[in-house]
């Protein structure tokens, strides 16, 4: 029973032809829509963070309002790392994210001990520290002013970052293609299978000899080396570093996109992206005080109507058009 319950899990997670649409979706994006590349590459680094929170919050239920500190220190990582003179772009964010992976190894064993509400105020005040701290460090962060000063190599020592932003957006999609790629490998392992067990009962795991704090742990780091390439990313395409990383917000937005997509589902985070972001910048240009009304409304209805967020309810409506 256990192996027929571990081969169900396993196989949900294994490829299936319909999941290609998506990234030829977003290769038809440069091609069908160049002049919105630069808000097409921050929904792909918006995705890919998404994507780790999911990856946190989803599988391995580490309920957490600190996710976005692991973003900010990715992409004030890979600025000061342009800044001290290696500009070359991949093995930056690789860099970023192993450090933001670091921080949340040292964090983890003390910050996962808890659950449930004591976990999100802690790591709520933890992020709410840090971004102080950045404010009133100038002289590392740079402030209000942010960090400036930095530009990156031609991407492989051949691809220019032009002003038209497509090696951006094909240096987003490469890393957003080969992370999911990566977490898809990790959810659907025995690790992955453990973690989910973790999310839905930690006393019964523990019961059968799982050290499910080590597990914590170790999907925190990932989660939060995924989320530190993400914040790599928006510093290098860019070429900026805003405290906004650190902020609340970033937080927030992961979390409405996990939770409008599916929570809990590999490709949740990636249809909740495109349609938080563009409802939201076309809801800011409807009206800049008003915006949230609208992204709340799609946020209720959706919860509301649809079991799994955007994607359960696209897999009901498949269903009932080929019962009908």
Known sequence: MIRIA???LLSRHRFHWP???????????????????AIATTVLIVALFAVSYNLAIGFAGI????????????AYCAGWIALLGWTEAVSGALASGIIAALVAGALGPFLLRLTGLPLIMVTLGVSVIVYEAANKASWLTGGDDGLTGFTMS?????????????????????????????????VASPFGVSLQGIRENALRMRLIGTSTLRHLVIAYSLSAGVAG????????????????????????DGLVIV???GIGTL????????????VKHFAQQWNPFYWMFVVGA???VVVRFGRGGLLGMAQAGLAWLIRR
Do not use: C
Not at 235 to 247: E, K
Not at 267 to 278: E, T
């Open 154 to 186: 031609p991407l492989l020592g051949a691809f220019r970052w032009s002003v038209f932003g497509d090696t951006k957006y094909f240096y987003a999609l490469g890393w957003l293609f080969v992370l999911f790629y990566a977490v898809k490998r990790i």
């Open 259 to 261: 939770v409008l997509g």
């Open 229 to 252: 390439v993400a914040g790599a990313l928006s510093a290098q395409s860019n070429a900026f570093v805003g405290l906004g990383v650190l902020g609340l917000d970033m937080t927030i």
């Open 267 to 278: 490709y949740g985070a990636l249809i909740g992206a495109p349609v938080y972001m563009l």
């Open 298 to 300: 799609l946020l209720i």
């Open 63 to 74: 309920l957490t309002l600190g996710h976005g500190l692991f973003f900010g220190i990715g």
């Open 19 to 37: 999941e290609a649409l998506f990234w030829l979706a977003a290769v038809a994006v440069y091609f069908l829509f160049p002049q919105y590349l």
């Open 6 to 8: 571990q081969s169900a």
